[in-house]
């Protein structure tokens, strides 16, 4: 199944700490966060499109 | 059945590390992360429970009950379902007062899901008495 999403979202979150360490320990402060930000949004896209696939398939099965 | 569990267990143990790893530095994220492992788990889980429904209506069918009446108890067993999902997540995001207010919405629509079969009863009754 998507156990990659998992693996995915994991890393995403890995290398945008790494960045924003990097980015803070340059004084870029705001860019830091911007990283941050485009970080949770990209794996919020990416959660809410199986969350849509979560409650599609709960509406097939129970009939709403 | 048992393959799927124990993939559901072992990906759960894994994702629950990375979710150590990653709420120390990134909560939001860590959150996503069960959140994602959430949806699977239970898609796995639905796309099985089909089979059951199936044995429940043929079960109903044969004992001559009418099909109608199944309708809202599946629809509010579906409710629950999304309802206990985005509570969870909210909780899991430390929102506990937007899961409350999620829950009581769930608890209204379930209730007017569920007043058809009330007052059908209340007709039986008093078609008895």
């Known amino acids: ?64 | 059945m048992e393959a799927e569990l124990i993939r559901i267990a072992g990906i759960g143990i894994v994702t629950a590390l990375l979710a150590i790893v990653l709420s120390d530095k990134k909560p939001e994220l860590g959150m996503l992360l069960g959140l994602s492992f959430g949806v699977m788990a239970l898609v796995i889980a639905l796309g099985k429970a089909g089979a059951i429904l199936e044995v429940i209506k043929e079960s109903i069918e044969q004992a001559g009950i009418d099909g109608k009446l199944l309708v809202p108890v599946l629809k509010v067993t579906g409710m629950a379902y999304i309802t206990q999902f985005s509570v969870d997540a909210c909780k899991d995001a430390g929102q506990n007062a937007i899961a409350a207010k999620i829950e009581t919405v769930g608890k209204i629509m379930m209730m007017v899901t569920a007043v058809p079969i009330a007052t059908s009863l209340i007709r039986i009754i008093s078609g008895i008495l």
């Open chain 1, 1 to 64: 199944m998507n156990v990659d999403l998992i693996f995915k979202i994991a890393a995403i979150g890995i290398l945008v700490s790494i960045l924003n360490m990097v980015l803070k320990q340059s004084n870029r402060d705001e860019m830091a966060m911007m990283t941050t930000l485009a970080g949770v949004v990209v794996v919020l896209l990416m959660v809410v499109k199986e969350i849509v696939n979560l409650f599609d398939t709960v509406k097939a099965l129970f009939g709403f």
